[in-house]
């Protein structure tokens, strides 16, 4: 199950420390009664948009006064286990690198016995929405994601 982002799955999965509890709905399933393979995305979006507030820079891209915002650049998913309607699922989010003005963020989905569903890994950017070019990090987020990256690491 080793994918091109996770060189040791033991060691990867150690560093997560943020989850978002999230219930499978009726309507997140598809015919054949398991959760539809786009879902995983919108766990992802949740996880990411609720780890993002608790860090406190949130609210710098939702202030309509700062023109700056974070896009995705590009999304994975990894489907390991079937998922059904009704399951609770802890999805998992931790920063896995800082770049100049993007963050490449690590997901990671288990059910209520801590069974891997599906794991996945995206970039984010953070961009003017005038000029559309990326933003480099402001010192205060800086500090910010640097403080979340090292506290993924449980020593």
Not at 11 to 39: A, C
Not at 56 to 71: A, C, F, Q, S, Y
Not at 82 to 107: C, M, N, P, R
Request: net charge negative; aromatic share 12%.
């Amino acid at each position: 199950m080793i994918k091109s982002y996770i060189e040791d799955l033991e060691e990867w999965q150690k560093d997560f420390t943020f989850f978002t509890p999230i219930k499978v709905r009726f309507s997140e399933t598809d015919l054949y009664g398991h959760m539809n393979n786009t879902v995983p995305i919108v766990y992802f979006e949740q996880a990411r948009i609720e780890f993002l507030n608790n860090l406190g820079i949130m609210e710098e891209w939702l202030d309509r006064k700062i023109n700056n915002i974070i896009v995705i650049a590009d999304i994975q998913c990894d489907y390991v286990k079937q998922v059904y309607f009704d399951e609770q699922l802890k999805v998992y989010v931790k920063i896995a690198k800082i770049g100049t003005s993007s963050l490449d963020l690590h997901y990671l989905g288990v059910d209520d016995l801590d069974h891997i569903c599906f794991t996945g890994r995206g970039t984010v950017v953070q961009m003017n929405q005038e000029t559309g070019k990326s933003v480099p990090w402001e010192e205060r987020q800086l500090s910010k994601l640097n403080n979340q990256k090292k506290s993924n690491i449980i020593l």
